[in-house]
């Protein structure tokens, strides 16, 4: 297992400096910031002193080097728009994504197994039409349509919940319910697809045959046999919402990442953006380790 | 931070915590369409962080009352006096005191304006100066001489552009303000709020706000519902579309001018006759209360009305099917190719409803016989079109553009968007580039005349563009306060305007 970890950490260090490495020169490529900041009124002299005051007029290469060597010291320089350092303002913004992103996934993963199960145990049933409502629903409505229309409904038609930010617990409400939906569609249909295939197996009809309950049956004995094809999915959705919920972000004004790294790209604010980006990069490598340990425990042929 | 976020998270799944949303009956609510990056007084010129700092947490010398009642009124400054060769003295307002306690002087002044031509900062308000060097007598504590050169006739008026802040303010971006106006800025928590609150020791006339907290909300629905619901109590930015309520919503000239920039040096747009064909060829009126709000004005100059030197004999061309496809034809006729490739360039979300406006453009100008199309492109990728040096081997263009001057002054705009060396100006006239230097160094009613006389010549004479439409902003303020928006709301919104009903 260990030798595992490392292997992944080495490629995934590799990837991470690629894809800084891209990201960078890329970048630069797609306009002068300068341009942006600045009003569209202002003087070349402005704009001149603009560049040169963040380094924006030195060759490429040298930019390049130096901000490798700053990087050296876990230094992502400052953001051009906010005068401050690119990396707190990205640890900020995550500060708020990261905890959007593990209760939703947490309640997508509970509600999406236990209904998926259930779905799948009675084919045709209550459960399995809920999941379908619920799946169709999610894969079919826009997210930004569904923000507004629960905004309308709950906040200003019934009042339970504020329409938007980050105040109260009760602001999280709303945004979690939004983001809940399009990835718990999705699970919930793998969880259902893979304990059909795995309710059917021999050992099933043994079980059943020696009188286990179906509670037992489908939690203990067939989940776990189900769950490999389920982890991949988790983790890929995982992995989205990581990279923020840049509309239930922007509509419910919830200061994540998402919304932080578009603002950021459209502003050319480089540093940010690169920022953003190794920072997401490196939590969706934790988590594909966290996968990999996932696999591991649920079969050991893994682990060999 | 994180696992305050997750626990917050935790109790807000079992119901424990209900919001806290206890506040005065005179603290306000403010919600912004964009986050500030800034609170930087010299940054104050920009609309989204002079709403606000300017006039509330910063103050500047001199006041120009957009709205156009008053003109130009004193603010730190009690008066000013031309004393000749590009010198102005001003009589500073004694006994202010800025919000640490530190006492307002001449030597302030001075300081603040070290600061905005620094080169150790970028500085917005430093654009309005542009060749002008200014040096700083300070004659006392009170008294200030300001020599501009080359003389700067409105120099009274750039004053009000500048925020003051105290000689002790460093010469980089600051993110706790400290300014002379009647709010001091007591909490600032990055992407999600700023906090304003009233101070007791304000030298003018004591604001009935106490508290102003700001919000910020991408979208304009959800700004509407917020006030709706009583999260808010001033939404300055909602759309046509949420400005449904009569008691809640305004729409007022927010000093905005969307027109064609057009760039006479490709063909065919250098003949006359065919940017005359253009203005005909554009039904203006057909615009207003479908795909633009009701409300919205036809342009006839680049400012708003309430500008100096605003000429009211001037009338937006009239709609001339006909007489357009008469002009194109007497052009084709002396050999210009009025086939030629026309691009209609326009910056996506540059205002509401800005990619219809670009297709009906396109279907007007084709219908005459012009040979459109239609390019939307992303806000770096615009200014590549609109600012010089414009891109080399082009086809004709028609930039769609969106202009704001509500700074009282055409020569905020006519020297970039007509003179030969303008940024964004598609124009190369000897006597458009006279009048604008000779307008820019006049006072009074010369200075009037001669903008007047401009504004007519760049319509009438030489066509230079295809002026469109005065556009207006939307406003939704609960019926608690007794504040309505003006076209002053576009810039900034004083705290100290706002009652209680």
């Known amino acids: ?304 | 931070m994180i696992i305050k976020n997750v626990l917050a998270g935790a109790l807000m799944a079992t119901g424990l915590v209900a919001p806290a949303m206890a506040q005065s009956n005179t603290d306000i609510t403010v919600v912004l369409s964009e986050e500030l990056d800034l609170v930087e007084p010299c940054m104050a010129t920009r609309s989204n962080i002079g709403r606000v700092i300017m006039e509330n947490i910063s103050e500047t010398l001199t006041e120009l009352d957009v709205r156009g009642d008053k003109g130009l009124m004193p603010r730190l400054a009690d008066s000013w006096e031309d004393k000749g060769d590009g010198t102005w003295q001003f009589k500073l307002h004694p006994g202010v005191k800025f919000s640490d306690g530190s006492d307002f002087d001449a030597a302030d002044v001075k300081h603040s304006f070290d600061r905005v031509f620094s080169d150790q900062i970028t500085c917005e308000s430093k654009r309005y100066f542009a060749d002008t060097k200014l040096d700083f007598n300070i004659v006392d504590a009170n008294t200030i001489d300001v020599t501009a050169t080359p003389a700067q006739p409105i120099l009274p008026l750039l004053m009000s552009l500048v925020t003051i802040v105290p000689s002790e303010t460093p010469i980089e971006f600051v993110r706790d303000p400290i300014g002379t106006g009647p709010f001091k800025m007591t909490e600032w928590t990055a992407g999600q709020q700023i906090v304003l609150t009233r101070r007791d020791d304000y030298w003018g006339t004591a604001p009935a706000v106490t508290k102003a907290t700001y919000l910020f909300r991408s979208e304009p629905a959800v700004r509407a519902a917020m006030v709706e619901a009583g999260e808010a109590d001033i939404a300055p930015q909602i759309t046509e579309v949420e400005a449904t309520n009569p008691k809640t919503d305004f729409t007022y000239p927010n000093s905005e001018t969307v027109y064609l920039r057009i760039d006479q040096t490709v063909e065919p747009m250098g003949d006359l006759r065919v940017r005359q064909a253009l203005n005909a060829a554009i039904d203006r009126e057909a615009f207003i209360g479908t795909v633009l709000a009701a409300g919205t004005e036809l342009a006839v100059a680049m400012v708003p009305p309430t500008t100096l030197g605003w000429n009211a004999t001037l009338t937006p061309p009239a709609y001339d099917l006909e007489g357009a496809k008469a002009l194109l034809a007497a052009a084709a006729a002396d050999g210009v190719n009025v086939k030629a490739p026309v691009e209609v360039i326009a910056r996506t979300e540059n205002f509401p409803h800005v990619t219809e406006v670009g297709e009906a453009l396109v279907d007007m100008l084709n219908e005459a016989g012009f040979n459109a199309s239609l390019r939307m492109v992303e806000v770096a990728e615009h200014e590549q079109f609109y600012s010089k040096p414009y891109p080399e081997g082009r086809p004709a263009q028609l930039v769609v553009a969106q202009h704001d001057n509500s700074r009282g002054d055409p020569v905020f705009s006519m020297y970039f968007k007509y003179h030969s060396q303008g940024t964004q100006s598609g124009v190369n006239d000897p006597k458009v580039d006279a009048l604008i230097e000779k307008a820019s160094a006049a006072t009074g009613e010369e200075r009037a005349a001669l903008w007047s006389e401009l504004f007519a010549y760049v319509q009438k004479d030489i066509v230079a563009d295809a002026l469109l439409f005065h556009m207006v902003g939307h406003s939704r303020v609960s019926e608690r306060l007794a504040f309505t928006p003006t076209i002053a709301t576009n810039q900034q919104l004083q705290l100290s305007e706002i009652g209680f009903k």
């Open chain 1, 1 to 304: 297992m260990t030798r595992l970890i490392g292997q992944r950490a080495i490629a995934s260090l590799l990837s991470l400096f690629g894809l800084m490495v891209l990201v960078f020169f890329l970048s630069r490529l797609t306009g002068d910031p300068a341009v942006l900041f600045l009003p569209i009124d202002a003087t070349e002299q402005m704009k001149q002193e603009f560049r040169a005051l963040h380094g924006l007029d030195l060759p490429i290469i040298e930019q390049f080097w130096r901000y490798l060597l700053d990087l050296l010291q876990l230094d992502f320089g400052d953001s051009l728009r906010k005068a401050r350092p690119a990396l707190q303002v990205v640890l900020e913004a995550y500060a708020w994504t990261l905890p959007l992103a593990l209760i939703t996934m947490a309640i997508v993963v509970v509600a999406a197994i236990v209904l998926g199960s259930l779905a799948a145990f009675r084919v045709g049933g209550f459960f399995d039409r809920l999941v379908s409502i619920v799946s169709l629903v999610g894969a079919s409505a826009p997210d930004f349509w569904i923000a507004i229309v629960a905004i309308v409904v709950f906040s200003i038609g019934l009042g339970w919940v504020p329409t938007s930010g980050v105040g109260t617990p009760l602001h999280w409400v709303l945004p979690i319910a939004v983001l809940f939906i399009r990835p718990f569609g999705l699970v919930v249909q793998v969880v259902r697809g893979s304990m059909l295939s795995a309710l059917s197996a021999p050992y099933v009809k043994t079980a059943r045959a020696k009188g286990v309950k179906n509670l037992p049956l489908i939690f203990v004995h067939t989940l776990r046999n189900g769950m490999l094809p389920v982890i991949t999915v988790i983790g890929d959705q995982a992995a989205a919402m990581l990279n923020g919920a840049v509309i239930v972000e922007t509509i419910f004004g919830f200061p994540g990442v998402g919304k932080l790294m578009i603002d950021s790209i459209l502003q050319r604010d480089f540093n940010v953006v690169l920022a953003a980006i190794m920072v997401t990069a490196l939590a969706i490598f934790l988590m594909n380790i966290l996968i990999d340990i996932g696999y591991s425990l649920l079969d050991p042929r893994i682990r060999h």
